[in-house]
């Protein structure tokens, strides 16, 4: 069984720094692709930061320049060092992965979600 499980969340001020951390745990093959989304009340989740197995990265327009998304693949991690923080960045942030393992006698990709991690930033 696979899980996800985030920290790093909290109530700060607008202005400073917080960093998200993923780790994935359980029974399986690989890790590909993973990422970050946010979903704030009343609004629909959105992808935040990408990073591919191989460092590739993307990220939303609202947090380039703010957000550095990073992965340590000997340790199933994936980091969201979060910076310049805004109230409007205020939501509940989910890692998400696609992870390889294998079931019913195939290697299989599948997508998989954190709990979710409250990030409040106070004006």
């Known amino acids: 069984q696979v899980q996800l499980v985030e920290s790093g969340g909290g109530l700060v001020q607008a202005g400073v720094s917080l960093r998200l951390s993923c780790a994935a745990s359980g029974n399986f093959f690989s890790i590909d692709a993973m990422g970050w989304y946010r979903q704030a009340p009343g609004k629909q989740r959105e992808l935040v930061a990408h990073?591919?197995?191989?460092?590739?990265?993307n990220y939303a327009d609202s947090v380039t320049g703010r957000f550095t998304i990073s992965r340590d693949n000997a340790k199933n991690t994936v980091y969201l060092q979060m910076s310049s923080l805004k109230p409007e960045d205020t939501a509940v942030y989910y890692c998400?992965?696609?992870?390889?393992?294998?079931?019913?006698?195939?290697?299989?990709?599948?997508?998989?979600w954190g709990q979710g991690t409250q990030v409040t930033i106070s004006s």
């Open positions: 990073i591919t197995r191989g460092g590739t990265t």
């Open positions: 998400n992965a696609r992870i390889t393992s294998y079931r019913a006698g195939a290697y299989r990709q599948d997508p998989y």
